[in-house]
């Protein structure tokens, strides 16, 4: 059961008639089309007929509908026993999947045995990484390399780099390859992307993170990497004693919530190196490489925004904040505090730096550099679970991507990205019944994704009173993560 959303009273055999279906892989709208649902799949989409008899009828003219959003980068199941208020969000936004970026071996043990938390409304969990690498399991090349044999053991669908050096991350990356398991995450500042690329690690987040990848692109780039430091991580047991666990895991989420509160002035300094010698060849030569060996892209831009505006009243004073549960507030206001007494070369050094990240990731997507979107949300300071996927879309806009791209980004993409390709992220027979009706046409614009008339998801109905209803209560009772 769910605190915030009310089992669906519209659900087994139900019609969107008359709606426009958009088709994300080729772009092309199909007006006058009713949408048949059964058992959880789409069974038919055919040119409206008659008002069906048998079945629930949603009308769509003047409507249209698109595949489910899925959110790509989240840390939903951080905290999988107080995850209803999150999944309430992603419902209400219309995000119907997720990759989960951080896991372990009792997630891992849970999804299995099919026992995770399954509210009304409850996205669906695509793929799940296990514990990160990190100091903690992975401080040597054959540290990282047991690492990633019990992942692939407990049955990680991937292995996630969190805090690795180039050695520990190539390490693990080969044994990756070996075991036939994909692993992606952070680049360390000591990795060249292009070494990670050919190497072939699957996905980059947050654009680095860091000035790892920026150096890549710099006219002055051995420079830049010599002045970008690994990061000293706070002091982690490294012997099994009881609890050691978890004060590691809690160190790192101190660090987690805003990276950007740790940022040196030699970091600082790095970042005005690269950015003011950006070399648009150079970072064109890149993205040729990423598209070469199918280097994946989550650029994660809400994520990057909120850390490098950590005190900015966007993020401090946004009103969606009613919604979190008052000890993540708690968490983020400290952040911001600790934000706040950066030395302004850092503050600027970081803000500045925003204008080369969407110039960044303009560039791959001209290349036609994989993408997909995601968020980061559930942990990270600033971050909106739901909210946070259409803040991201904006963020994609401002950096010049077209609606049809951003669409794609996060809905046939992620099919492609998780190797189901024709398997969801469509409205075609047989695919799952998770949809968005829209009262606006997100080819024109990508603040359509947001105008959100109703969400179905595995075949239920929750139409936009519904949603509104479900916002309340959760405005009610914050309880989101």
């Known amino acids: 059961m769910s605190r915030y959303v009310e089992p669906s009273s519209v659900n087994g055999r139900v019609v969107v008639r008359d709606v426009t279906v958009v088709d994300p892989l080729d772009g092309r709208r199909s007006p006058g089309q009713d949408v048949v649902v059964e058992g959880g799949r789409i069974t038919s989409v055919t040119a409206t007929g008659a008002p069906a008899t048998d079945a629930h009828v949603l009308e769509g003219r003047g409507r249209f509908v698109v595949p489910g959003f899925m959110d790509m980068h989240m840390h939903a199941l951080n905290t999988p026993k107080d ?69 692939h053991r407990d049955g990680a669908d991937f292995v996630k780099a969190g805090m690795t050096t180039r050695d520990t991350f190539l390490a693990a990356l080969q044994e990756a390859n070996r075991l036939g398991i994909r692993l992606g995450g952070h680049l360390p500042a000591d990795l060249d992307p292009r070494e990670a690329a050919r190497a ?8 680095g993170p860091g000035v790892t990848v920026f150096a890549a692109a710099s006219s002055k780039e051995s420079e830049v990497r010599a002045g970008n430091p690994t990061r000293k991580l706070p002091p ?14 809690k160190l790192i989420k101190g660090m987690v919530t805003n990276p950007a509160t740790s ?21 064109e030569e890149l993205a040729a490489l990423f598209v070469e060996h199918t280097t994946w892209q989550c650029p994660t831009l809400i994520r990057v925004h909120t850390q490098q505006f950590g005190d900015s009243p966007e993020h401090t004073e946004d009103p969606r904040r009613r919604y979190m549960a008052p000890e993540e507030l708690r968490t983020w206001d400290k952040s911001s505090k600790k934000f706040s007494r950066l030395p302004d070369v850092t503050r600027n050094a970081l803000r500045n730096h925003w204008d080369a990240q969407l110039r960044m990731t303009k560039t791959f997507a001209d290349a036609g550099v994989p993408m997909i979107a ?51 992220g469509r409205i075609a027979p047989g695919m799952p019944a998770d949809l ?5 046409d997100p080819l024109e614009s990508h603040t359509a994704l947001r105008a959100i008339a109703g969400v179905m998801r595995d075949g239920s109905w929750w139409s936009r009173a519904d949603l509104d209803a479900v916002l309340e209560r959760i405005a009610a009772e914050p309880g989101a993560h």
């Not at 891992?108 to 009304?120: D, E, I, V």
């Not at 072939?200 to 654009?207: C, F, N």
């Not at 951003?406 to 398997?423: K, V």
């Not at 968005?436 to 606006?440: F, I, K, N, R, T």
Request: aromatic share 6%; net charge negative.
């Open 83 to 151: 995850v209803d208020g999150t999944y309430a969000l992603m419902l209400v936004n219309g995000v119907v999947g997720f990759r989960q970026m951080s896991g372990n071996r009792a997630l891992l043990k849970a999804r299995n045995q099919g026992t995770l938390p399954q509210p009304a409304g409850a996205p669906a969990l695509k793929a799940t990484a296990g514990d990160l690498l990190t100091p903690l399991n992975a401080s040597t090349a054959d540290g990282a390399v047991q690492a990633v044999r019990e992942q």
């Open 200 to 207: 072939g690690v699957w996905s980059v987040e947050h654009l």
């Open 236 to 249: 982690i047991p490294r012997i099994k004693i009881p609890g050691a666990e978890k004060l590691a895991m």
């Open 263 to 283: 940022t040196s002035e030699v970091e600082a300094h790095a970042y005005d190196l690269a950015d003011g010698s950006y070399d648009q060849r150079k970072a």
């Open 374 to 424: 995601g968020t980061d949300a559930c942990g990270a300071a600033g971050i909106i679970p739901g909210f946070a996927l259409h803040d991201e879309f904006g963020h994609l806009a401002e950096a010049g991507l077209d609606p049809l791209t951003i669409l794609r980004m996060t809905t046939t993409e992620p099919a492609r990205f998780l190797g189901e390709e024709g398997r969801f």
């Open 436 to 440: 968005v009706l829209l009262d606006e």
